[in-house]
């Protein structure tokens, strides 16, 4: 009904003897949407209420609940709300809401982080139309409101609280270390079922029966987590940034070796050395672990392993367990890369962290259907065949590699640590 009123304007300028007929139109509409706008829900009652979460985690989603109230007046049959957010957060599209209790409307809106930083919420936008449709009312809700944006520690606190309920022997008292590893703790009378190896004889013989030594895992290990933060390792996998992945399994195994008593140490690079802490001990410094990996930023620059990994090593004054977690597309990428890893093997554990390149996986096991199928096919085919050649190399060199899937790269990172503390190779 609205855009007949500018027509009627038209037809009564194309013909004069309508000027009348068109006033008489125009005057009923002008009325019409006088009367809708007087029955509509009004601004001046309206209220908005939202509730935050102080704090989000990538890979994660948590709701902002909203309360929208209309303190007097009429009640609109539907009202369309939309939040706006900066690029640190998902898009979320607006949603058109029903039904009241008494006079106010509740909804949760999902934030979803997409990076690190400081995501915020800038604005709500709320509209409604009058009961005739004829009318429509806005109104902005000025928020600009920040939420810091941190690795996921909620994912890194449930993954311990498993692992380590897991391997409880007497209610929540964890026996993590005893069994393994070569370092002797004590002795204590052999048993049937026990390694025979384990035999002390010549306590044995001064004690006049069988004693076995009982050994623990090593402890005071320096384990240095080294994260690429360069132009691969920034790009998403799963919507969720390859660096943010890393961080979030870094995390978790430092959890649980700064538990084992082991001294845990952060660093970041990509075109030059970038953040590196000192080495931290106890279980109270994992919150310190948290904070200095927030701070590693993402970059579009390559990473430059000839000065990361040569200043790290001068700053290693033991044998140490280098975790490097980092990417490479093929074989001529990954030269320089092979070449400063193979120095560190020289005195230096090295494990190399990468995840599985799923999207050429899915080439290869696309169906041929087209041309385009096919050819893409035998591109990503031989792009993985470049990079087992790489992952190869590396086991050579006695690296240890670890190429896993996401949503198992944290439990096979903590899985490849106890073999390593186990059999004593630090």
């Known amino acids: 009904m609205l855009l007949g009123a500018p027509l ?116 709500l936008w709320s509209r409604w139309t009058g009961p005739l449709g004829l009318i429509q009312k806005r109104h902005v809700h000025p928020l600009e409101r920040d939420i810091p944006t941190t690795p996921n520690i909620r994912w890194v606190k449930d993954e311990a609280i498993r692992i380590y309920s897991r391997d409880a022997e007497f209610g929540i008292k ?42 623990r895992t090593e402890r005071n290990h320096n384990i240095v987590f080294a994260f690429d933060t360069g132009r691969l390792m920034s790009e998403p996998l799963g919507g969720v940034p390859k660096i943010d992945r890393a961080i979030n399994a870094g995390l978790l195994l430092s959890f649980v070796s700064l538990r084992n008593g082991d001294r845990t140490m952060v660093y ?40 990361a990994l040569s200043s ?47 999207a050429l996986s899915d080439m290869v096991d696309a169906p041929p259907n ?7 096919a035998v591109i990503a085919d031989t792009l993985m065949a470049e990079r087992d050649t790489v992952l190869l190399r590396l086991q050579r060199m006695g690296v240890q590699v670890i190429e896993s899937k996401p949503e198992a790269f944290g439990p096979e990172l903590i899985s490849r640590y106890l073999q390593i503390k186990q059999r004593d190779m630090l």
């Not at 009325?31 to 007087?38: N, P, Q």
């Open 268 to 307: 970041g690079f990509d075109a030059k050395p970038g953040l590196m802490s000192g080495f931290m001990t106890g279980q109270r410094s994992f919150t310190k672990a948290q904070d200095l990996t927030a701070q590693l930023d993402y970059s579009t620059e390559e990473a430059n392993f000839t000065l």
């Open 8 to 123: 009627l304007v038209a037809i009564a300028l194309l013909r004069p003897e309508w000027w009348i007929v068109c006033a008489g139109w125009i005057g009923a509409i002008s009325g019409l949407m006088l009367i809708d706008a007087v029955m509509s829900a009004s601004l001046r009652a309206f209220r908005v209420e939202i509730e935050s979460p102080p704090l989000l985690y990538v890979g994660g989603s948590d709701p902002a609940d909203l309360s929208l109230t209309f303190e007097s007046g009429a009640l609109p049959r539907r009202i369309e709300v939309l939040l706006e957010v900066n690029e640190f957060l998902q898009t979320i599209p607006p949603a058109g809401l029903r039904g009241w209790q008494g006079r106010t409307r509740a909804y949760s809106l999902p934030l979803t982080p997409t990076r690190r930083g400081l995501a915020q919420l800038v604005k």
């Open 370 to 376: 087209t041309i385009n199928d096919v050819t893409r």
């Open 174 to 215: 964890t026996q993590f270390e005893r069994g393994d590893g070569s370092e002797f703790d004590a002795l204590r009378e052999f048993t049937t079922g026990m390694d025979r190896r384990a035999i002390d004889w010549k306590h044995s013989a001064r004690h006049r029966h069988l004693l076995a030594k009982e050994f």
């Open 312 to 358: 790290l090593a001068s700053k290693l004054e033991r044998r140490s367990l280098i975790i490097i977690f980092s990417d490479f597309v093929d074989t001529i990428s990954a030269e320089l890369m092979l070449e400063n890893i193979r120095r560190l093997t020289d005195r230096h554990l090295v494990v190399f962290a990468t995840f599985e390149d799923q």
